[in-house]
């Protein structure tokens, strides 16, 4: 099992950026391929990007495309998402997802994090 702690939400302006941080402990990071998800207040989470493990290959929801970028580091165990242009309609709880395999689906992930929140205001 990986242990997932994510950090860097908090309340910014529309148009403004927040770099979000998930730091993996227990397993060997770079084994796992890692995901972004969101839960906005009453309704499902979904998918926001993915990276496979070496980091040569993402994939971005269309609602986040050209806004939010998905990086790693390997050896700091370190998952990124820099997000640029925020929308108030990006305020959600953000949650980062160790999985084997490049994927949007919640059910290819096996490990979560506790989530972060970001606020965006208009």
């Known amino acids: 099992q990986v242990q997932l702690v994510e950090s860097g939400g908090g309340l910014v302006q529309a148009g403004g950026s927040l770099r979000l941080s998930c730091v993996a402990s227990g397993r060997t990071f770079s084994n796992y391929a890692m995901g972004w998800f969101r839960q906005a207040p009453g309704k499902d989470r979904e998918f926001v990007a993915t990276i496979n493990r070496s980091g040569s290959n993402t994939v971005h929801a269309d609602s986040v495309k050209g806004r939010f970028t998905i990086s790693r580091d390997n050896a700091k165990n370190t998952l990124l998402l820099q997000m640029n242009s925020l929308k108030p309609e990006d305020t959600a709880v953000y949650y980062c997802?160790?999985?084997?395999?490049?994927?949007?689906?919640?059910?290819?992930?096996?490990?979560w994090g506790q989530g972060t929140q970001v606020t965006v205001s208009s």
């Open positions: 997802a160790a999985g084997l395999n490049l994927a949007i689906r919640q059910t290819d992930y096996d490990d």
